[in-house]
């Protein structure tokens, strides 16, 4: 097809039938009419065309598609049928639906959101004792255990080494006699 010989009708005609049939413009120009990407398209709008839901019309009637769509959309949610024009594929039962349930949807969310954050977890209060003598004694221990003890005395620098020792073997004892 040469673009330059037909009609701007014929042309504007022939892409919307092709559009219907599931083509991208792309296809058209460079298969059909042998341009170059974007060459028609860039005709049609300096010409006035504009394309809207996938077909090309003149900017004058626009309005009269426009108010035919709106009126469209108006018969069929009075008819109850409640299914957008064919381009969009739309049920607005379904649409309503979740419409319907946005508020309910925003609660959960909420809630789930609210109850997420909520651990309660009891502060643990050190009390080591103050050390009044020491003995001093060397102990292997195992190399996880005093990595993580190395990290915990970091964290508590509050207290001596040696109250912690003293506090934790305490404990142990206390625990398991």
Do not use: C
Request: charged content about 35%; overall charge neutral; cysteine-free.
């Amino acid at each position: 097809m040469n673009l330059n010989e037909m009609d701007i009708n014929e042309v504007v005609n022939y892409i919307n039938k092709e559009l219907n049939k599931g083509r991208t413009l792309k296809d058209i120009e460079t298969i059909d009419f042998n341009v170059n990407d974007r060459v028609i398209a860039k005709r049609l709008g300096r010409r006035g065309y504009k394309r809207i839901n996938n077909q090309y019309i003149h900017e004058s009637n626009i309005n009269v598609l426009k108010d035919k769509v709106d009126s469209n959309i108006l018969a069929t949610k009075e008819s109850n049928t409640k299914v957008l024009p064919k381009h969009n594929n739309i049920d607005l039962n379904k649409l309503n639906e979740l419409i319907d349930l946005i508020e309910p949807i925003k609660e959960v969310i909420q809630k789930y959101n609210e109850s997420k954050n909520i651990i309660e977890v009891e502060n643990i209060e050190l009390k080591p004792k103050a050390v009044t003598e020491v003995k001093q004694k060397i102990f292997k221990v195992d190399i996880d255990v005093s990595n993580k003890w190395d990290k915990f005395i970091s964290e508590h620098k509050e207290f001596k080494v040696q109250q912690l020792i003293s506090l934790a073997l305490d404990e142990f004892i206390d625990k398991y006699k």
